[in-house]
């Protein structure tokens, strides 16, 4: 296996089944637009919009996105939109960024890793154990795709994996939501064997995520208002056993961490 360095995140290429035949570096959006336009050629992009690993073609084109000024964090009204080239460092350290969403980025990445990783790049590879991408879809983030600023939310993203543009452009969610997480995991900086993200609206609408396992975070519930949070939580986990724990375990720590967080906005 071969890493790829490039627009500040990893990516994984498998040499045996493709090769990078081209690498681009454009410095404006139309100079990559022209790219990804070219007849006859596969181009992805590095710094947000897909994963070189899960791709099928052989011989990739790519283009790297890191100078095309993605790389800001940027509030309007209640909404923060953050660049995809933004580092989780980055992130961390801006002051429009919730403390809660710091924290849970610090369990997500060691500081190493924060200072490479983009945040784009961090969730078009999440998994179902990433933190900060159970967080984002308890928040109801939305994707915005490059041409035509194509909305898509974060949930379709994970249930789906399909594109809607050349690449991600950013990525926004509203600020005027309390967020709340818990999880368990073998040792404080571990990822999690569950975790669980409450947020709320001050319409009432409550969301709950569901992760610690599997391909990607789930979505326990989406209602207009908190109750049956227990209930939805316990359904969701009937099936999520795996090697690193059983459905049942999963069924009575999330009922523990579910309460947990319900205690604490009573």
Not at 116 to 137: E, H, K
Not at 210 to 217: H, S
Not at 223 to 242: F, I, Q
């Amino acid at each position: 296996m071969k890493t790829l360095k490039a627009a500040g995140f990893f990516v994984k290429i498998r040499e045996a089944n493709r090769m990078i035949k081209e690498y681009y570096r454009p410095k404006s959006v139309p100079e990559a637009e022209k790219l990804f336009e070219m007849e006859g050629k596969k181009c992805v992009p590095l710094g947000g919009g897909s994963v070189l690993s899960r791709l099928k073609q052989d011989d990739l084109c790519v283009v790297d996105l890191q100078d095309l000024g993605l790389n800001r964090i940027e509030v309007t009204g209640q909404k923060v939109h953050i660049g995809s080239t933004v580092t989780l460092q980055q992130f961390i350290e801006s002051e429009f960024i919730p403390e809660i969403l710091k924290e849970i980025t610090r369990k997500s990445a060691t500081l190493n890793l924060r200072n490479q990783a983009t945040v784009g790049g961090y969730v078009v590879t999440a998994d179902g154990r990433a933190p900060l991408a159970i967080a984002l879809m308890a928040l109801d983030a939305q994707l915005i795709w490059h041409p035509g600023q194509k909305i898509q939310n974060i949930g379709d993203w994970f249930s789906l994996r399909q594109a809607l543009g050349y690449w991600i452009s950013g990525i926004q969610f509203n600020l005027n939501v309390q967020l709340d997480y818990e999880q368990v995991a073998r040792t404080p900086m571990d990822v999690p064997i569950l975790a669980i993200g409450v947020a709320r609206w001050p319409s009432g609408r409550t969301r709950v995520v569901l992760g610690g396992y599997g391909r990607a975070p789930i979505l326990a519930l989406d209602g207009p208002e908190g109750s049956g949070v227990l209930e939805a939580v316990k359904n969701a986990l009937t099936e999520s056993g795996d090697e690193w724990a059983s459905a049942e375990y999963r069924q009575e720590v999330g009922q523990v961490l579910a309460k947990r967080i319900l205690s604490t906005t009573a």
